[in-house]
């Protein structure tokens, strides 16, 4: 009995400890940027003020990171001990405390830039994991005080106390396991990122926007979107860290000869430029899954030529470093378009979560069927021979981006001065161009938008107009056309399965 009060504390440094390991361990294995312990040491260096943390740097040099993660990890340790012995009187107290302690977590994470959704598991997993493994070894704990007398009394408290000794062992070991992992993990990645902020890709040209692409007005999506608000979009969890000398291509299946490509062979060669408008299928009609960027990269036209295409051939199957495939018909990867295997985006070498070393880009295709991030093979084929991960899952063969527009300004539910009422957007037909934009205000006449005019039309045209707005609430409405001449349909599709169609209609408010 005596001990008791040790072993809850024990139990709850240990399971304290295990949570830390699984948060830090998925935190790593989904290359979530830092662990919950790393995101509130850099709370903390956000909100010291500067005069402090000058101080703090001089006295201990640059280790200042080190050291504040190792105050927090020993005053975590401290505090674990504590919600071991709350548990001892009741299991809420300690729960109390867990959660007040990933409360924090989750402010660290969410005062972090631009967090999204993923970024709080790690937060959510360890939380989880304290509140398992403390009921998990308080069980033994609590048998241990149950007061039993003579010969049964001894064999239930030396049995019970080696069930907590062996459950408190494996816990830790697992969690020091669960650490190894995630460093090594995170280690090849951190690696990789070293890698790609040194390479200089000198046929690689930075980004100058046209003035003619791009309109002016507040709240307009950038027409260059910045590589950090570029949509993501990938089923891997662990997103592939490959060192570009370790890549390499195999393109095969029906070709004259199989040809074999490493990173080093696509930077010798003369690369091809261009902005290119890259969306997603799943983009709902109004949606964000959408964005413009300078792509640089190596003809695929150029490479299959070499390889020698079969005329039977319709079909290339990519094949990504992470397992998962699309299929992309030949005549876009061999017409005049500019498809091709990309090294960079927006003047540097492609970020690891956007296909770092190499990623295909295929104007005027949906993602699915042609952007293959980290893409390592691709078996020249028919369609009628292969399936592909998106394919399979019900969504069609053939990826064509359908024309489509977006209102920025005003955003839904915006209350603007009634008057003349500024307003603008984006519109996209990748590979065929936007020639006209038009809005219709509470269902009246449609009316013309004056567009932006890209370099090319594998980019999105900007749009704006002025509608005249009394005071009361409003329905705005855009529709474009292409370059055919086609005018966008407003009748309303799903995504699924070949990507959505209707008009993007916002309501918004001229105060009265
Ligand atoms: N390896 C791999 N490549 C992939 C995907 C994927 O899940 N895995 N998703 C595709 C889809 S559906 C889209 S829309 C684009 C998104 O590219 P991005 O994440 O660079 O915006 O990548 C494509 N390439
Ligand atoms: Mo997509």
């Known amino acids: 009995m005596k001990t008791s009060r040790g072993a809850w504390a024990v139990a709850g440094v240990v399971a304290g400890l295990t949570g830390l390991a699984t948060s830090y361990f998925v935190a790593m294995v989904m290359t979530i940027r830092s662990s919950p312990v790393v995101a509130i040491a850099e709370l903390v260096i956000r909100m010291t003020p500067g005069r402090w943390a000058e101080k703090a740097i001089s006295i ?192 095969h299946g029906l070709v004259d000869r199989e040809v074999e490509i490493t990173y080093q062979d696509l930077l010798d060669r003369r690369l091809t430029e261009g902005w290119i408008t890259l969306n997603c299928v799943s983009n709902p009609v109004g949606g964000d899954l959408i964005g413009n960027a300078w792509w640089s990269g190596v003809r695929l036209a150029e490479l299959l030529a070499e390889a020698g295409l079969h005329p039977d051939a319709d079909a290339v199957l990519q094949t990504s470093d992470d ?113 006209a934009v038009e809005v219709a205000l509470d269902g009246g006449d449609w009316q013309p938008a004056e567009i932006s005019h890209p370099p090319t039309d594998d980019a999105w045209v900007q749009w704006v107009a002025t509608v005249s707005a009394d005071p009361g609430d409003h329905t705005l409405k855009v529709r474009a056309t292409d370059k055919n001449g086609l005018v966008q349909t407003g009748a309303v599709a799903d995504v699924l399965p070949d990507g959505a169609t209707g008009w993007h209609t916002i309501g918004f408010t001229a105060k009265g």
């Open 60 to 251: 201990v040099g640059h280790k200042d990171k080190p050291i504040l993660v190792g105050v927090i990890l020993v005053a975590s340790v401290l505090l674990f001990a504590v919600a071991g012995r709350l548990a001892a009187s009741a299991w809420w107290k300690s729960t109390l405390l867990f959660a007040a302690l990933a409360g924090v977590a989750t402010w660290a994470v969410a005062s972090e830039h631009n967090p999204s959704g993923v970024d709080f598991l790690p937060v959510v997993v360890g939380f989880v994991t304290w509140l398992v493994s403390l009921a998990l070894l308080s069980q033994s704990l609590v048998r241990r005080q149950v007061p039993v007398t003579g010969e049964a009394r001894e064999a239930l408290t030396s049995g019970s106390r080696r069930g907590f000794l062996i459950g408190a062992g494996a816990m830790a070991a697992l969690a020091i396991a669960l650490s190894g992992v995630g460093r090594v993990v995170g280690a090849g990645r951190r690696h990789v990122e070293q890698t790609r902020r040194l390479l200089r890709l000198s046929g690689v040209s930075q980004p100058t926007v046209p003035a003619a692409a791009r309109l002016d007005l507040p709240g307009l999506h950038p027409w260059m979107t910045p590589s950090d608000d570029f949509y993501k979009i990938h089923t891997a969890i662990v997103v592939p860290a490959i060192e570009p000398v370790d890549w390499k291509l195999r393109i």
């Open 323 to 435: 397992g998962w495939t699309c299929g992309t018909p030949v005549s876009a990867l061999t017409d005049d378009r500019n498809a091709m295997l990309a090294v960079a985006m927006n003047g540097k070498p492609l970020p690891i979560d956007h296909g770092f070393p190499v990623r295909t880009i295929v104007p005027g295709l949906y993602g699915y069927v042609s952007a293959c991030k980290w893409v390592v093979d691709m078996e020249v084929t028919r369609f009628s021979e292969i399936s592909a991960y998106w394919t399979q899952r019900g969504w069609g063969e053939q990826g064509p981006v359908k024309i489509s527009s977006r209102i920025d300004v005003p955003r839904f539910g915006d209350k603007v001065d009634p008057g003349d009422v500024r307003v603008g957007g984006v519109a996209w037909s990748q590979h065929t161009g936007i020639s």
